[in-house]
């Protein structure tokens, strides 16, 4: 089986995996004051990049979550090394049962997950962030999105590019689908996919650790996945985007 798209970035040394990368992820952030009082999950926690400048920046407490049994493993780790293990709960859960009480947490946080599940498991999902909120809460996510028109193509590609079965949405689809989750007060930002765009990148990563993932992107064993990925999204940059949306229960 082929390596999907996000695993094959983050063993490059990528550790931000989001479209719109740290600004898009960082305009989400602004709608929430968090403080050590907030009840804050995180789905498909990924590396705990998230989690931990989150915690460090402002001393909440996290429960972060992935279906993945080796990423909880790399997480707990990564969470560990920062010293946050009291602060961030590194669990294995799905996202479409999460194992928690109605009402548990004042805030959702999901980035670039749900592009990758089918229409039906979507809606699943994004129902299950809206029972575990408490009223008011909010849930901020991140995902990958179409331009308008016909797309089936560029989906195809996309497919194949990343070597996973994703399914993105243009914008006014992407609000139909969480106003069908139970979701009615959306606060919505689109703009540029910056995914593998290099400034984007040195933007999410830093320059050293930008040079880094394009070394390890040349060898051999890399070079020619690396180089189809690239081209995809700098030939489809007018056709795929982000799009961040803070949703209130």
């Known amino acids: 089986m082929a390596e999907a798209g996000h695993s094959f970035l983050a063993r490059l040394g990528k550790t931000r995996l989001r479209p719109g990368g740290i600004e898009a992820t960082n305009w989400l952030f602004e709608h929430v004051s968090f403080d050590k009082n907030k009840h804050i999950l ?20 996290i429960t972060a979550v992935d279906l993945d049994k080796e990423v909880v493993e790399l997480a707990r780790n990564r969470v560990a090394e920062a010293g946050l293990s009291d602060k961030i709960k590194v669990e294995r ?53 179409l331009a308008e028109g016909e797309m089936t193509k560029v989906i195809e590609e996309l497919q194949k590019a990343i070597h996973v079965p994703a399914k993105p949405h243009n914008e006014s689809d992407w609000r139909e689908i969480f106003t069908k989750a ?3 007060d959306l606060t919505v930002s ?21 040079l880094k993932i394009f070394k390890n992107a040349i060898k051999k064993e890399n070079r020619v996945y690396f180089k189809a990925m690239f081209h995809f999204f700098r030939t489809n940059k007018a056709n795929l985007g982000y799009i961040a949306i803070v949703a209130r229960k």
């Open 42 to 61: 995180e789905v498909a926690c990924n590396q705990c990049t998230n989690a931990i400048a989150l915690v460090s920046k402002t001393g909440c407490s």
């Open 93 to 145: 859960a799905n996202a479409l049962k999460l194992p928690y009480p109605d009402q548990s947490f004042d805030v959702v946080i999901n980035e670039a997950m749900l592009t990758m599940l089918g229409d039906k498991q979507k809606i699943k999902a994004i129902s299950e962030y809206y029972r575990v909120l408490k009223p008011g809460g909010i849930l901020l996510t991140h995902d990958v999105k």
């Open 182 to 184: 139970g979701f009615e």
């Open 190 to 210: 689109t703009g540029s996919m910056t995914l593998m765009d290099p400034i984007g990148m040195i933007k999410d990563e830093g320059l050293v650790r930008t």
